[in-house]
């Protein structure tokens, strides 16, 4: 009884390690959060986005508190066999503006900035790639866009979690937010059809 009870234990742990190692993470920024979480959720191969902040000093940032030096940004649990870290990034691209240094859209400030954000050098090599590939593709236009370091995501959570899946659980604002904002329409004229609206 004992050496089946060890064996079923054995066996959940390594399932639950299987199940962990065909996921990865990546953590992005590209204005509102609510827009990335509703574009990444879009691309197959994605299997959550969260919403939240990262990059900077302060602990525990809210969105109506203090997230002073924080981006805006999401990440994103995928399925490397089902969608790379490489084609995460060119699906990014044409998400954002990345000319803008004063935000993304009709939203300013530090906080709505674009940036990714790599775990380590393997994911800066293949950023820095796809950034030289939209820096090529647009050589009189200033890429804007930084790639950091990565540093602790925080989820909204508590009182502010309505942020989450907000454009599930709001569509009708969501969708008057998205088109007054103009993101649709400044995405489609930078990239054209390759635009994911």
């Keep these: 009884?004992?050496?089946?009870?060890?064996?079923?234990?054995?066996?959940s742990s390594l399932l639950l390690y299987a199940s962990n190692a065909s996921a990865d993470k990546a953590i992005l920024a590209g204005g509102c959060f609510?827009?990335?979480e509703s574009d990444f959720e879009k691309l197959d191969g994605v299997t959550d986005v969260v919403s939240g902040f990262t990059g900077g000093n302060s602990k525990n940032p809210t969105y109506n508190g203090n997230h002073q030096g924080h981006y805006e940004a999401v990440e994103i649990t995928y399925d490397p066999s089902k969608v790379s870290y490489a084609e995460l990034l060119d699906y990014y691209?044409?998400?954002i503006d990345p000319f803008d240094a004063q935000g993304q859209f009709c939203d300013k400030g530090s906080s709505y900035l674009s940036a990714i954000f790599v775990a380590n050098e393997t994911e800066r090599a293949i950023a820095q790639?796809?950034?030289s590939k939209v820096e090529k593709q647009f050589p009189n236009n200033k890429v804007v866009t930084p790639i950091l370091n990565a540093s602790i995501f925080y989820p909204i959570k508590g009182d502010e979690s309505y942020h989450q899946d907000y454009y599930k659980n709001n569509p009708l604002r969501y969708n008057a937010y998205r088109?007054?904002?103009?993101r649709d329409k400044r995405l489609a004229?930078?990239?054209g059809d390759k635009a994911t609206h």
Aim: charged share 10%; with cysteine; glycine share 4%.
């Design 93 to 95: 691209w044409v998400n």
């Design 34 to 36: 609510w827009c990335m």
């Design 189 to 191: 004229e930078i990239w």
């Design 179 to 182: 088109w007054n904002c103009g």
């Design 1 to 11: 009884m004992k050496s089946t009870l060890v064996l079923t234990v054995l066996a």
């Design 129 to 131: 790639q796809s950034k």
